[in-house]
């Protein structure tokens, strides 16, 4: 089975996908990537939006930092993200792309 060897994706790189879809496999984590892909954003803003605790939101920013798809700085006491890796925009588009349209209200009110 050689020749079917060679298109095969490395084990190696399939174990990083796997990794960073393990840590994007969290609605509020696709969410926060869908809002840091407009620009950077300060944690309370997030918390804000996904209407969660500040210190909830500041764990999953956290995790996606630690996983190098986040990056951070700060401006006075105020720290801003901004995703710094392509792979959530791919991945979000595949979800715009890909995924059926919302069947009823409430789908639309979650989104």
Not at 91 to 96: H, P
């Amino acid at each position: 089975m050689p020749a079917v060897e060679d298109k095969l994706i490395p084990m190696a790189r399939l174990d990083r996908a796997a990794e960073v879809l393990r840590v994007l496999a969290h609605p509020h984590r696709l969410r926060i990537c869908e809002l840091l892909l407009q620009g950077r954003v300060p944690v309370m803003a997030i918390a804000d939006h996904l209407r969660i605790p500040r210190n909830a939101a500041s764990q999953h920013l956290n995790i996606m930092k630690a996983h190098g798809i986040l990056g951070c700085s700060r401006r006075g006491k105020e720290v801003y993200y901004q995703v710094v890796d392509p792979r959530p925009a791919w991945l979000l588009g595949c979800i715009r792309d890909h995924s059926p349209p919302p069947v009823g209200k409430a789908e639309e009110a979650s989104a």
